[in-house]
């Protein structure tokens, strides 16, 4: 029987802490398979994976439907890891701080920079850099009826599942050590002359 489709479940909210990136796309670029020639992902359409290492938090999650799965590892010994396909929608009609649109902050050392559809590409940067050192997360769902044909034969799912939405997310990037050093709220950039601490 399944569930019922005209009931669509309230919309909710997953904090997610120190969590790592994978598989970025924030610049949406489209791409297809070098085998089948078939899109993987459509121009325009920006996502990435999120890993999970809280097993409390992951097995909630994927009771709450999130789409949570547990990857693959050769090493019976390693902690397992689960990760969940997040998928990034910013609104051309609308100014970047309205709350409709998703936050995401691009931290360094005291300073942050909420990114907008074009610059939010530099994620997609300074994860091939290998400069990430932190990421946090608040995920909103959206929920959609699953009544796709069944692969394995039968009859189908036919109940609500969630496709993970970015709500806010904290980026923190690595500085090197001079700009490290040097990183001050205060800075001044043009006349110095009304700055210097002696006029």
């Known amino acids: 029987m399944g569930e019922d489709s005209s009931r669509r479940p309230a919309n909710v909210k997953v904090t997610l802490e120190n969590v790592a990136i994978d598989w970025p796309n924030f610049a949406g670029r ?8 078939k899109t993987i992902n459509k121009e325009g359409d920006k996502n990435f994976n999120l890993v999970i290492t809280d097993p409390v938090k ?3 999650m994927a009771e709450d439907r999130w789409g949570v799965r547990l990857l693959e590892n050769d ?3 390693a902690d397992p890891m689960w990760s969940i396909r997040v ?6 009609d609308l100014p970047l701080d309205d709350w409709r649109q998703p936050k995401i902050w691009y931290v360094t050392g005291r300073k942050k920079v909420l990114l907008d559809s074009d610059s939010v590409a530099c994620i997609d940067d300074a994860f091939r850099d290998q400069t990430i050192e932190r990421v946090d997360a608040i995920l909103s769902s959206y929920w959609w009826f699953d009544d796709r044909p069944n692969p394995e034969g039968g009859e189908p799912a036919n109940i609500w599942k969630i496709s993970a939405y970015v709500s806010e997310m904290w980026v923190t990037v690595r500085q090197d050590s001079l700009h490290a050093r040097y990183d ?3 800075d001044q950039v043009g006349d110095l002359e ?3 601490p002696f006029n």
Request: proline fraction near 0%; charge should be negative; avoid cysteine.
């Open 30 to 37: 489209g791409i297809k398979s070098k085998t089948t020639g």
């Open 87 to 92: 998928k990034l929608s910013f609104k051309d």
């Open 75 to 77: 090493d019976e010994l």
């Open 194 to 196: 009304d700055g210097l």
């Open 184 to 186: 001050f709220d205060n």
């Open 58 to 60: 992951a097995q909630q």
